[in-house]
């Protein structure tokens, strides 16, 4: 079965330093998409940063960007340059398009990551 | 471009009572997700449409949980009757394809907040 592990479920971080957040998913599957999506207190989730499984270079966006290890299914999600705007709960997403029946995103629990000024 | 909207935002009601929720995705996507996120952990897949066609309800409680999109444009989410455990945020989310390989990226509202007493 595809599952998403998030073994951090809360972070803090000082305002401006950087933190990663962690995320193993398992699958058998060889084409899929990662995301970290953030969701602030009492406000929607919004998609941080995607990935696609068979690009070799790992996504950014501006301060955000993750390391990704196929071999070793992680996704770890680094934010540079913390900001107080940055506190919210983090959801890394699983993805997979080619896979029948069972295309949809899988979630895993999610960091609360705070940030300290 | 409008966002995702849903209503009520909050909504407290006694156990055995009923409860709707309403979600008009954004404009032009044909694909709309209801989701079930209970304190402390990830989205939950209640039900996935395209236009207004059920693709996934694999995981709607459907002795309780009904859920419509007539017209392949909004949609309401029914809880008939309503259980403690059904204290939640109930999320929908849209996106313009079902298995785009280019997106898998979803757009959510703010989300309603459901408190059964």
């Known amino acids: 079965a595809q599952t998403v592990t998030q073994s951090q479920p809360e972070m803090s971080v000082q305002e401006a330093e950087t933190v990663t957040l962690s995320c193993t998913y398992d699958?058998?599957?060889?084409?899929?998409?990662l995301f970290w999506y953030k969701q602030p207190p009492s406000r929607q989730m919004i998609l941080v940063i995607r990935q696609e499984a068979y690009k070799q270079q790992n996504a950014t966006e501006n301060r955000f960007s993750v390391n990704f290890q196929k071999a070793a299914k992680s996704f770890s999600l680094k934010i540079s340059d913390s900001q107080l705007g940055d506190a919210a709960m983090y959801f890394c997403?699983?993805?997979?398009?080619?896979?029948?029946?069972?295309?949809?995103?899988?979630w895993g629990l999610g960091t609360s990551l705070a940030v300290n000024p | 471009e409008a966002g995702v909207a849903q209503s009520p935002r909050y909504k407290i009601i006694e156990k055995r009572q009923s409860v709707a929720f309403w979600c008009n995705p954004i404009?032009?996507?044909?694909?709309l997700y209801w989701y079930q996120q209970i304190l402390g952990q990830g989205p939950k897949l209640l039900i996935q449409f395209q236009n207004n066609g059920v693709v996934d309800d694999s995981q709607l409680p459907k002795d309780r949980f009904s859920a419509e999109r007539l017209k392949g444009v909004d949609s309401t989410l029914k809880i008939q009757p309503a259980k403690l455990e059904d204290s939640a945020v109930y999320l929908c989310?849209?996106?313009?394809?079902?298995?785009?390989?280019?997106?898998?990226?979803?757009?959510f509202g703010e989300g309603s907040r459901l408190t059964v007493l």
């Open positions: 989310a849209s996106s313009r394809y079902v298995t785009s390989a280019n997106t898998g990226e979803l757009f």
């Open positions: 699958t058998s599957e060889s084409d899929y998409y």
């Open positions: 997403a699983y993805y997979a398009y080619n896979a029948g029946n069972n295309r949809k995103l899988i």
């Open positions: 404009s032009g996507h044909a694909t």
